[in-house]
C-alpha cells in the first residue's frame, strides 16, 4: 500500500513537471504573428465554410469563446488542485517538523534530567498556609 502511495506521488510530481513545460512551450510558441496568421487562417475557413442558417459568423465566434472557457477552466482547475496538493504538502511537512521538535525536546529532557538528592532528615519542614477546611477545623478544635 505504500509503495502505492509512493508511486502516485512520482507519478504526481512528473505530470506537474510535464504540465509546467507544455505550459511555457505553449506559452512562448505563440508570438505576435503566429496568433494573427491564425486568426487570419481560422477567419477563412469559417468563410469558406459558412453554409446559410447552419454555421454562421455569430454561432462561430460562441464555438470558439465555448472552447476558449473550457480551456481556461480546465487550466484553473488543474492550477486548483497543484494548490491543494502543495497545501497538503506544507502541511504534512509543518507535521514532520513537529513531530521531530517533540522527539528532540522529549530526547533533550530525558539526557538533563538527573534524579534529586534525598531529602536531609535535619532540613526544615516547608511552611505552608493551612487549607481552608484546615482553618476552619482548626479553630474549632480551640
Known sequence: ???CEQVVTVRLVETQ????TLSDVWRKGWSPLRIVVVGLAGGFIAGKLEVPGKVN???WLQMV???SNLFASAQAAFATAMAAQ??????????E???????AQATASASTARPA???QSTAEPEVREPRPAEAATELSER
Open 57 to 59: 459568423g455569430a454561432r
Open 86 to 95: 502543495a497545501a497538503a504538502t506544507a502541511d504534512d511537512a509543518a507535521e
Open 117 to 119: 538528592p534525598a531529602a
Open 65 to 67: 469563446g465555448s472552447v
Open 1 to 3: 500500500m505504500k509503495r
Open 17 to 20: 513537471d510535464h504540465w509546467s
Open 97 to 103: 517538523a513537529a513531530d521531530a521538535s517533540e522527539q
